[in-house]
């Protein structure tokens, strides 16, 4: 398993942008899937996006918003999110997830406010 460590969130105001990192402790090259996740205060902890090994990305809702990609030298995934809007606000997750285990990280707290 690897350990993930989140970064790149924090207080924007709203129509910003942002790119989240998620750097795995080891290669994420033959990891089936890394996602990103968020979780907004009472809501249920929601996928936002999936990029596979094959690299094949997957979107939930707002897609035109979100991009999400790897850099496997860097065993890094990034989320970048545009138009940042209120709703948005969240703490955002990495996953990695190999079938056999699954490892998520601490999150990072994005909040969009004026």
């Known amino acids: 398993q690897v350990q993930l460590v989140e970064s790149g969130g924090g207080l924007v105001q709203p129509g910003g942008s942002l790119r989240l990192s998620c750097v795995a402790s080891?290669?994420?090259?033959?990891?089936?899937?890394m996602g990103w996740y968020r979780q907004a205060p009472g809501k249920e902890r929601e996928l936002v996006a999936q990029?596979?090994?094959?690299?094949?990305k997957g979107y939930v809702g707002s897609k035109g918003r979100f991009t999400i990609s790897r850099d496997n030298a860097r065993n890094t995934v990034y989320l970048q999110i545009d138009s940042l809007n209120p709703e948005d606000t969240a703490v955002y997750y990495c996953?990695?997830?190999?079938?056999?285990?699954?490892?998520w990280g601490q999150g990072t707290q994005v909040t969009v406010s004026s």
């Open positions: 080891g290669s994420i090259s033959s990891i089936n899937v």
């Open positions: 990029i596979d090994s094959a690299g094949r």
């Open positions: 996953n990695a997830n190999q079938g056999v285990w699954s490892s």
